[in-house]
């Protein structure tokens, strides 16, 4: 059983910073995409970053381009989410998840349907 634990969430300003972390327990880490997702009340769960872990493929959405960043550290079973410049709009429940890859195959997913297991998430909340 996989378990994937999000930590790093908290009220910051606008322009500030956080950083996500994603613990995994259970399987072995690197067979696996990892991703972040987040959710505002009210809307759809939407994609925000992964990382394929064994070659280290990484994609963004758009809008948090070039401010936030992935990251593993596949010694210690953990990913990361590094947001800098925050605005109001990133804030939301922001979910880690994995998908089990198939052999050879690196492609990103980026739907909610594709992932197999999710952490319980982590609020963000950005003030004006």
């Avoid at 910051?12 to 009340?41: D, H, I, K």
């Avoid at 758009?62 to 709009?89: C, H, W």
């Amino acid at each position: 059983q996989v378990q994937l634990i999000e930590s790093g969430g908290g009220l910051v300003q606008t322009g500030g910073a956080l950083r996500l972390s994603c613990a995994q327990s259970g399987r072995t880490f690197s067979t696996y995409t990892m991703g972040w997702f987040r959710q505002a009340p009210g809307k759809e769960r939407e994609f925000v970053s992964a990382v394929v872990l064994s070659a280290g493929i990484t994609s963004y959405t758009s809008s948090v381009k070039g401010r936030f960043a992935i990251s593993r550290d596949n010694a210690n079973n953990t990913m990361y989410l590094q947001m800098n410049n925050l605005n109001p709009e990133d804030s939301a429940v922001y979910y880690c998840a994995a998908h089990t890859n198939s052999p050879g195959n690196w492609a990103i997913q980026t739907t909610p349907a594709e992932y197999d297991y999710w952490g319980q998430g982590t609020q963000v909340t950005v003030s004006s």
